[in-house]
T-cell receptor, first 109, second 114 residues
């Protein structure tokens, strides 16, 4: 969707390295979310934000942290990447409905 | 907690066949229900939604009715096309504290052959 940009679109990283994924929105929406998509699991919520500096954990938050210093940006950090974090990561915003970004495919080798 | 169970895939149909993808849910309160579609290499797009019991959501020939008595929201289409090949996700809104978190089913991959 034109209102949400995820970067990078693809990344390969080594086990144990830190990784930060970025979600940028242009619609000034209050709510932002990070989901991961894995075969056989659908999408699972990692963290979400309900305002600048206001974040909370989702269903699968272990090993992830987030930050939101500006309304438009929501960062997802893997402090020390593991192979189990190989996944496709989706950012979403909510304002009378969800809008999803195009995803970041992360491979941890 | 809230959960969504949807039909295991993959589903393979011929063009113009009838499609049903089953979805049932467990929830406290009165969630809104959604079907999302994901085309290859893309993010999720809202296909249709229903916000209260007996509502019917519809879009692009797809329909689903919110059935509170059976806690179901089955997706149907009378005549599928090759372009409908995608992964379909059933979801409910887990609106605890107003954060509007979505809970997804595992997804059903649909392939439509010419």
């Amino acid at each position: 969707d034109a209102g949400i940009t995820q970067s990078p679109r693809h990344k390969v990283t080594e086990t144990g390295t830190p990784v930060t994924l970025r979600c940028h929105q242009t619609e000034n929406h209050r709510y932002m979310y990070w989901y991961r998509q894995d075969p056989g699991h659908g999408l699972r919520l990692i963290h979400y934000s309900y305002g600048v500096k206001d974040t909370d954990k989702g269903e699968v938050s272990d090993g992830y942290s987030v930050s939101r210093s500006k309304t438009e940006d929501f960062l997802l950090t893997l402090e020390s990447a593991t192979s189990s974090q190989t996944s496709v990561y989706f950012c979403a915003t909510f304002n009378y409905g969800y809008t999803f970004g195009s995803g970041t495919r992360l491979t941890v080798v | 907690g809230n959960s969504v169970t949807q039909m295991e895939g993959p589903v393979t149909l011929s063009e113009e066949a009838f499609l049903t993808i089953n979805c049932t849910y467990t929830a406290t309160g009165y969630p809104s229900l959604f079907w999302y579609v994901q085309y290859p290499g893309e993010g999720l797009q809202l296909l249709l939604k229903a916000t209260k019991a007996d509502d019917k959501g519809s879009n692009k020939g797809f329909e689903a009715t919110y059935r509170k008595e059976t806690t179901s929201f089955h997706l149907e289409k009378g005549s599928v096309q090759v372009s409908d090949s995608a992964v379909y996700f059933c979801a409910l809104s887990d609106d605890q504290g107003g954060s509007e978190k979505l809970v997804f089913g595992k997804g059903t991959k649909l392939t439509v052959n010419p």
